[in-house]
């Protein structure tokens, strides 16, 4: 059974930081081109980064440049997003996914496979 599961979500100060992460199971990550969304209340699912299959330059969502960065663990058959400086508009759940492919794109029509969600709440 093809599987992503994420963890590392939980309530944080402004200007704090969170690591996420978000173990595949039942496929090799390495071949899969990775990204991050969010959904927040009363908003629409919006694409965060994302990460070739072969690597390269990340994908990020302009509002999270400078903050957020993604990176993968093969060995470990593991993503991650560790998030620095988060403001209160970063509040929302953050959502793993993957697909077979090369390249990667901030759309989520292009995922396969997608995470259960972790929430992220930044309050003081």
């Known amino acids: 059974q093809l599987q992503l599961v994420e963890s590392g979500g939980g309530l944080v100060q402004p200007g704090g930081s969170l690591n996420l992460s978000c173990a595949a199971s039942?496929?090799?990550?390495?071949?899969?081109?990775i990204a991050w969304f969010r959904q927040a209340p009363g908003k629409e699912r919006e694409g965060v980064s994302c990460?070739?299959?072969?690597?390269?330059?990340?994908n990020y969502a302009d509002s999270v440049k400078g903050r957020f960065t993604i990176s993968r663990d093969n060995a470990k058959n593991t993503m991650y997003l560790q998030m620095n400086s988060l403001k209160p508009e970063d509040t929302a759940i953050y959502y793993c996914?993957?697909?077979?492919?090369?390249?990667?794109?901030?759309?989520?029509?292009?995922?396969?496979?997608w995470g259960q969600g972790t929430q992220v709440t930044v309050s003081s």
């Open positions: 039942g496929f090799t990550l390495d071949y899969y081109a």
């Open positions: 996914a993957a697909v077979p492919a090369s390249i990667c794109r901030l759309w989520g029509g292009l995922y396969d496979y």
């Open positions: 990460v070739s299959s072969r690597g390269g330059n990340p």
